[in-house]
Nanobody, 128 residues
Framework: VQLVESGGGSVHPGGSLTLSCAASGFKDGRYALGWFRRAAGQKREGLACISRHDGTDWVADSVKGRFTLAADSAWNGVTLQMNNLEPEDTAVYYC??????????????????????WGKGTTVNVSI
């Protein structure tokens, strides 16, 4: 499995960014894709998930209403649309894949140790 993120950059508060994760190498449709982020000095935080296996999705309360996750129709990847960005959103954002449960249960996607595959990350910087 290979996950490749793109779309990070610098933006002013209130701005928007779209992150993309190109996903390949899955042997079947039993998996979920999503995003985590790690701000400086903090633990990795689960943000959002979408499951190819059963169609469930989940968005963390911390970003609900501002971040939206979607998969393309062929499941070649997912995009994270981030609106109304705040300085607190500054972090390295990682695409992740989970196959054992393959559903977007919050108790799974809040734990980075449950993820089986990771991208290398893309940096988002929100500043004046």
């Amino acid at each position: 499995v290979q996950l490749v993120e793109s779309g990070g950059g610098s933006v002013h508060p209130g701005g928007s960014l779209t992150l993309s994760c190109a996903a390949s190498g899955f042997k079947d449709g039993r998996y979920a894709l999503g995003w985590f982020r790690r701000a400086a000095g903090q633990k990795r935080e689960g943000l959002a998930c979408i499951s190819r296996h059963d169609g469930t999705d989940w968005v963390a309360d911390s970003v609900k209403g501002r971040f939206t996750l979607a998969a393309d129709s062929a499941w070649n990847g997912v995009t994270l649309q981030m609106n109304n960005l705040e300085p607190e959103d500054t972090a390295v954002y990682y695409c992740a894949a989970e196959k054992m449960v393959a559903r977007c249960y919050d108790y799974v996607w809040k734990q980075d140790y449950a993820m089986e595959h990771w991208g290398k990350g893309t940096t988002v910087n929100v500043s004046i």
